[in-house]
């Protein structure tokens, strides 16, 4: 008995529909020699970036100087006026906090969008999507290191802060541009399908700033009567990446909490810790990334 041609074909779409696609190691090592492999690509979308910002406005790469300095002036009105309990040397202790966090901020906005705004792109030209988000988050660093200026200089209108612990910033940076770059690749991926995304960041980020230690520090959050009845509360807020990062930050520049202590060697056990959380957390989002990579030309 010949095989009926339709029940041929109904078999065959069937196995095409059952095949697995690639498993997750497979997509991980895809994104990874992607990122590799065009390395040239990479530094001229990140030239090209740079350049985007500095001519989009009239201040250009000064605003990373002007905008956290804003900032300062505010939470220090808002502090030291309205609350009336600032830290020693609080115009120091708070923007070690502004600018690393501005860093992180501008990076995951910006790539929220890398996708998107490519999408021309995309449909004309076949290549590595992923070089998008991390483009985006190497054209952030050059941004903080601008925003490094007013810093600079207010650690040295502190010069009683100023040690050799600063050769624990780049440590530190390293750690906080890996989680950025694991933010980086999921939000770009993930703002393709949930257009929402980009408009609910921005209130995300004002909420996560507010619950991290950035106008306060862990100590100060632990002494208070509700952290010690409830002390579940001062549990979470040390997972708080952030918390992390702010505390590693201030002990290298501003040191300890009370103002009172000279700039010290941060928890590195913390931050070995973040960053191992931080390496996962960017297998797992260049993984979806890369799963979802087919779909942005049939989406954009």
């Known amino acids: 008995m010949l095989p009926c041609p339709l029940m041929s074909s109904g078999n065959a779409a069937a196995t095409v529909r059952q095949s ?3 498993s997750s190691l497979t997509l991980l090592r895809q994104g990874i020699t992607d990122i590799l492999s065009r390395r040239r690509l990479i530094r001229y979308l990140t030239a090209a970036d740079m350049k985007k910002r500095g001519s ?6 000064l605003w990373w100087i002007l905008d956290p300095l ?13 609350a009336a309990r600032p830290a ?6 708070i923007f070690a906090a502004i600018v690393p966090w501005k860093w992180f901020s501008a990076v995951i906005t910006d790539a929220s969008s890398s996708v998107l705004t490519a999408g021309l ?6 290549f590595p999507k992923i ?10 660093v050059v941004g903080f290191v601008w925003g490094l200026v007013p810093l600079g200089a207010l650690i040295l209108l502190h010069p009683h802060r100023l040690s050799l612990m600063l050769i624990w910033f780049p440590v530190i940076a390293a750690v906080q541009f890996v989680f950025t770059l694991a933010g980086a690749v999921l939000v770009s991926a993930a703002n393709v399908f949930f257009r929402d995304l980009g408009n609910a960041l921005g209130h995300v980020l004002r909420l996560w700033w507010f619950l991290s ?4 520090s862990l100590q100060n959050l632990e002494n208070t009567e509700f952290v010690k009845t409830h002390p579940i509360v001062g549990t979470l807020a040390g997972l708080n990446p952030f918390a992390v990062l702010f505390e590693a930050y201030r002990a290298v520049i501003y040191g300890t909490a009370d103002g009172k202590g000279l700039p010290h060697p941060p928890d590195v056990l913390a931050l070995f810790y973040l960053l191992v959380g931080s ?13 979802v990579e087919p779909e942005f030309a049939k989406v954009l």
């Open 20 to 22: 697995p696609g690639p």
């Open 56 to 61: 989009d406005t009239i201040l250009g790469n």
């Open 70 to 82: 804003l900032q300062l002036v505010v939470y220090v009105i808002f502090v030291s006026i309205i």
């Open 88 to 93: 020693p040397d609080y115009p120091l202790f």
């Open 121 to 126: 792109l995309i449909r004309q030209i076949a």
């Open 131 to 140: 070089v998008l988000p991390l483009s985006t988050a190497s054209a952030g």
């Open 213 to 216: 230690p950035g106008l306060f």
């Open 279 to 291: 390496l996962v957390f960017l297998a797992l989002s260049i993984m979806l990334f890369k799963r």
